[in-house]
């Protein structure tokens, strides 16, 4: 069956934000921003996400002061990219094969 699966962006929520930032051509986006695009209702539940990428290599943190506020931005990763392209032409693959299976099953059953 080929390459498999990120088993980090099998998981809805890092798959959106790692997908988010790639739409963005910097990108980078604010995490305030990236919680009220995705609708995550809590910080924490982006900021546990954003670690797990992080740790991964997918992105990284930077934080900085917007007039006198801290502010973060997470910001994707060569890695993070790569990664994210490497999962989606395995899921094409996988939808490739699907539909052969389907063209194979409706061919023998003659429909």
């Known amino acids: 069956m080929g390459s498999q699966f990120d088993s980090l962006l099998l998981q809805p929520t890092r798959f959106e934000v790692v997908g988010f930032l790639l739409s963005r051509a910097s990108g980078r986006a604010p995490f305030v921003e990236i919680c009220r695009s995705l609708g995550i209702e809590h910080y924490s539940i982006l900021s546990a996400h954003a670690r797990a ?3 991964a290599r997918y992105l990284t943190q930077q934080k900085s002061f917007v007039n006198r506020k801290p502010q973060t931005e997470l910001v994707l990763t ?4 790569e990664a994210f392209a490497r999962h989606l032409a395995r899921l094409d693959a996988l939808t490739q094969e699907l539909k ?3 063209h194979c099953d409706a061919v ?3 429909g």
Do not use: A, H, I, P
């Open 53 to 55: 990428l992080e740790r």
């Open 78 to 81: 060569n890695e993070g990219r």
């Open 100 to 102: 052969q299976d389907s």
């Open 108 to 110: 023998k059953t003659g």
